[in-house]
């Protein structure tokens, strides 16, 4: 069987080292020189040997007495092989417990019978939700302190219980063990022989993988595109569903269509005509699109994800500064990255308490909200309950991931700049931007129209303005949105894929407002051939440089302090 990922998460001290340490102690994971050092630092220091020490790395987190990183480590029981995630529990490192989390198939809870349920086992309670995870187990250690006494143990329970059950989680196992003697970890003990349940090692072999995610529709978000020889291999993991040679695809946000003809292999024994949830994979495709990192690749008669420059989340806040409205975030999401500005906080949530705040105009560290964003640009995404790679993200300020959270639901595009509109097509274009160079800043800017304008069939358009002057009839061709717009006499009179277009002899410009050095017909088809092949901003800039041009419909003004 696969590997399965799991997290122990829990409030500081309440012993999450020291259960992962003896289990690996008991299951023989570990190399005997580590377990030998540990003994002699110990004896050195005149202290009991602690099993936490053995996955305590820095010298500084044994001096603290608490996980300050993430610690991963592999082991094998005869059923399958497993990877730990020991996250902190301190909280000024919730930061890293949630990258641990995230990658997840299932989480222990753990918490002191002695001390109960804290403020911080809820939070981590709330985090585990937040992020998806739907097996949760809880861990009643140090059941040592408390004599082993099944009443205090019910009590736990009982209030652990009715937290997680407000957050819709229904908890699989609460498991009474002593991490530091090592009752119920690997042995069944005698001093816990009211509860009826499996050891801690029997309850890991007992989860089950998610076999699900195989069978739900494709996703796969692009990582990289590489080019060999006269092949183009689309790169990256397969988030859900399958794919094989021959099935028809679509790539979003975009959509176009295409055809999967090859699975790439570099050995003769690696080569095959099929992938599944969980495998990373090249494919080769029959048409030769300008492919991009980010984009998210389905099956033609799968369901397609939310296409949207506009999203509803929950977001979790970790950042020091606070997230506040207008404020602009970088959003990362599978592979895609895209800048993202908060929009509208519908509320705030206390993520010990649960207590709603429905007028906070901004999150502060450790705050949970509801959060509306608006992306620079259209985004394909999922809601997180249906698909959650594509619908877990992380936000970035500056250099630093300041927050996480999932998509709850797609939020109506919001027309941004100037677009065109038929019944079934809607682009983005920059025409009537204005660009000029600020003779203060040193800096080329680009200005949009002050409203933004939605333009269809039959609507006139302005030909001129500050730093742009273009005929009466030309067309524009939109390569990264495939589409073409015809303009005669000043009216639009086609909004159509790029694929339905025909060269006509008439002026080009691309949607930015540059001219397009092509003559006639053979110059056109190369003109596409050749942007199909570009893979990756080198290309492109090359591409560019070889078709567009300023001077004729686009001029650089020089000026201070512009506005339109």
């Known amino acids: 069987m696969s590997e399965l990922k799991i997290v122990f998460v829990g409030h500081v ?13 008991e299951t023989h994971s570990l190399p005997q020189g580590i377990i030998n050092k540990v003994q002699r630092i110990a004896d050195e220091t005149g202290k009991n040997f602690e099993y936490a020490y053995l996955l305590d790395a820095f010298a500084e987190e044994r001096q603290q007495g608490i996980t300050i990183d993430m610690t991963q480590i592999q082991f094998s029981t005869e059923k399958r092989d497993y990877l730990i995630i020991d996250a902190p529990g301190h909280k000024e490192f919730l930061k890293n417990m949630i990258s641990g989390a995230a990658n997840a198939n299932a989480a222990f809870l753990v918490i002191d019978a002695a001390a109960g349920v804290q403020e911080q086992s809820r939070r981590h309670a709330y985090l585990l939700s937040l992020l998806g995870i739907s097996k949760i187990y809880v861990i009643v250690n140090k059941m040592d302190l408390v004599n082993y006494s099944e009443k205090r143990f019910n009590e736990v329970v009982n209030e652990m219980k009715k937290f ?6 229904k908890p699989k196992e609460f498991i009474p063990i002593s991490g530091f003697i090592g009752d119920n970890v690997t042995i069944k003990s005698e001093k816990l022989s009211w509860y009826n349940g499996e050891t801690l090692i029997k309850t890991l072999d007992l989860i089950e993988n998610d076999e699900n995610i195989k069978n739900q529709s494709l996703r796969l978000p692009i990582q990289d595109v590489y080019k060999f020889d006269d092949r183009r291999i689309i790169a990256g993991r397969i988030e859900s569903g399958n794919l094989k040679i021959g099935d028809k695809i679509k790539i979003y946000p975009e959509g176009r269509e ?8 570099w050995l003769e024994k690696d080569k095959k005509n099929k992938a599944i949830a969980g495998e990373s994979v090249g494919i080769i495709v029959e048409d030769e699109f300008f492919n991009k990192r980010g984009e998210i690749i389905t099956k033609i008669d799968d369901k397609s994800p939310n296409i949207s420059n506009r999203l509803r989340a929950s977001v979790f ?25 908060v929009e ?16 906070a105009q901004k999150l502060k560290i450790n705050d949970i909200g509801e959060i509306i964003f608006k992306l620079k640009k259209k985004l394909a995404f999922d809601n997180f309950g249906e698909y959650q790679a594509t619908g877990r993200f992380v936000l970035v300020e500056g250099y630093d991931v300041s927050g996480g959270g999932i998509i709850l639901s797609n939020e109506l595009s919001i027309i941004n700049g100037t677009t065109f509109q038929n019944e079934n097509l809607i682009v983005n274009a920059e025409i009537f931007d204005e660009f000029y160079y600020d003779v203060e800043k040193r800096q080329i800017t680009q200005v949009s129209e002050t409203e933004n304008k939605n333009y269809k069939i039959g609507d006139k358009i302005p030909t ?22 015809s303009i005669r006499e000043e009216k639009i009179t086609k909004i159509i894929k790029l694929d339905e277009y025909e060269y006509k002899k008439i002026p080009l410009i691309n949607g930015r407002g540059f001219g397009i050095k092509v003559n006639n017909e053979e110059q056109f088809n190369e003109f596409i051939s050749e942007y199909k092949a570009v893979t990756n901003a080198n290309e492109l800039a090359k591409f560019s440089n070889k078709y567009f041009f300023l001077n004729q419909y686009r001029e650089l003004k020089f000026y201070f302090d512009y506005v339109i």
């Open 317 to 341: 806040w970790l950042g020091k500064n606070p997230l506040t409205i207008g404020k602009k975030y970088k959003l990362k999401l599978a592979t895609s990255e895209i800048e993202a500005e």
């Open 344 to 359: 509208k906080i519908l509320r705030v949530v206390d993520a010990s308490s649960l207590e709603s705040n429905n007028s």
């Open 13 to 25: 001290d309440h012993g999450k080292s020291t259960i992962i340490g003896r289990l690996l102690y």
């Open 258 to 265: 295409t055809k999967i003809i090859e699975i790439a292999y």
């Open 464 to 485: 001129s303005g500050f730093s742009f002057d273009y005929p009466a009839d030309f067309d524009i061709i939109i390569l990264n949105e495939s589409a073409a717009i």
């Open 164 to 169: 997680l059950e407000s957050l819709n989680v």
